[in-house]
Structure formats: structure tokens, C-alpha cells
């Protein structure tokens, strides 16, 4: 048992679980029934639910081990079941044994991402891309592309879909370094209410074309600061 977490279930943190656990399994079953968009929906609400029940446990003290290994279980199938059924569905079927190779290694990187996520000490910065984030940036790619574009009628685009989902999937078990939504605790700078403002504001515009940007935004973001950590250490060693 973690250390610090107490024994037992608490009703609150784990009905918001379930209900990114319904979210889930929703996605899926409209998913491989062509409702493309409700999938996309549900996934992105699963994803404010995940941010939703942690907090909520750690704000009344109702943290519990039971809690820990249900959420993930939720997380494997709503952030890892879901997308890759979704995006099979809807693009993946058309490359054959190749899209369900795809689909399935997105499921095993979600589930070990999960698996090490849960092993490993509480830490300022997530190592990999996590899994939520990652499923959101798919459902918004998907999401903004049937609001768009209806169809998917090329085969080509189904490659690229497929080499996309494919980069997020080793992400999520890379050791690349991202920002933790973590480390805002207690009282923020003003500027950090006013941002979230805005960023909501910015989503409520058009949200599934939002969604994506804020997803590959956030997708890239470890990647580009390893490599300018990378560039700053050589410009060290070069100066000695």
C-alpha cells in the first residue's frame, strides 16, 4: 500500500471516477456505431472528470488505494481503450493488420504508462506524456476534422493519422519531461486565474479546433524543452 493512503472507499472521488469510466466505455460504443463526434465529446469529458475526482479526494482528505488503482483502470479504458477504438473506427480500418497493430500498441503504451505513473514517487514533473493529454489531443484531432471535413475518405490521411498516434503513444513511455498540473497548490498569482479565464474563453470559441491546438501544444512542449536543455548544456560545455 502507498504510503500516506489510508484504507477503504469514499463515495465522492470514486463517483466521479465512474463517471469518466462511463465516459469511456460510451466513446467505444459510439465509436465502432459511426458516432465519431459523441466519442470525441465523451472522451474530452473523461478527461475534466480524471482532473476532477483527484482533486476532489486530495481536497478532502479522501485519498485511498482503492481510489489509486479504480482511477486507473478508468484512466486504461476511457485514455487508452477509447482512442484507439475511436481512431480505428474512423481512420486505422483502411491500413488492415497495420491500423490494428496501431491501435493496440497505443493501448499497451497507455497501460504502461499507467503502470509506471502508479510506481513511481510523487514528482513535480510527469516523465512521459500522460495519457489523458494525449487522448484529448486525438479526440480534438478527430473531433475538429468530422466538424470540418466529415469522412475519412483518404488513405493517405489515414497513414498520417496513424504515424500521429503512433508519436503520442511513444511519448507516453518516453522519459521526456512535461509540466505537472500538480504544482499549483494554495494561492496563485493573479495571473494565473486570469489565464485559465482566458483559456476558457479561448476553448468556448470553437472548442474541438481549440482543443487541438492546446493538445499539440502541450504534446510538444517536453520534446522542445529536452532539446533546448540539450542545446544549453552543449553551449556550457563549449564555454569551458
Aim: charged share 10%.
Amino acid at each position: 500500500q502507498r504510503k500516506g493512503l489510508k484504507k477503504g472507499v469514499y463515495l465522492l472521488p470514486n463517483l466521479v471516477t465512474t463517471g469518466a469510466l462511463f465516459s469511456g466505455f460510451y466513446a467505444i460504443i459510439a465509436a465502432m456505431t459511426g458516432i465519431f463526434e459523441g466519442a470525441c465529446i465523451a472522451i474530452v469529458i473523461a478527461g475534466f472528470l480524471d482532473a476532477l475526482d483527484g482533486r476532489i479526494a486530495r481536497m478532502t482528505n479522501t485519498s485511498t488505494e482503492f481510489g489509486v488503482q479504480y482511477d486507473s483502470m478508468s484512466d486504461l479504458v476511457a485514455f487508452g481503450v477509447a482512442p484507439a477504438v475511436l481512431l480505428f473506427s474512423w481512420a486505422l480500418v483502411d491500413l488492415g493488420k497495420i491500423g490494428w497493430i496501431v491501435a493496440f500498441l497505443y493501448v499497451c503504451c497507455t497501460a504502461m504508462r499507467l503502470a509506471r505513473f502508479n510506481t513511481l514517487p510523487d514528482s513535480k514533473v510527469f516523465f512521459g506524456l500522460a495519457s489523458p493529454a494525449a487522448a484529448g489531443t486525438l479526440a480534438a484531432m478527430v473531433w475538429t476534422w468530422t466538424d470540418n471535413l466529415g469522412a475519412m475518405e483518404s488513405s493517405q490521411v489515414s497513414v498520417i493519422v496513424a504515424v500521429f498516434a503512433t508519436v503520442l503513444a511513444l511519448l507516453m513511455v518516453s522519459n521526456v519531461r512535461y509540466y505537472s498540473p500538480k504544482n499549483i497548490k494554495g494561492r496563485v498569482p493573479f495571473i494565473y486565474m486570469l489565464g485559465t479565464v482566458l483559456l476558457f474563453i479561448v476553448v468556448a470559441v470553437y472548442p474541438p479546433g481549440m482543443l487541438l491546438c492546446v493538445g499539440l501544444a502541450y504534446a510538444s512542449s517536453g520534446p522542445l524543452q529536452s532539446l533546448l536543455r540539450v542545446m544549453r548544456s552543449e553551449e556550457k560545455t563549449g564555454a569551458l
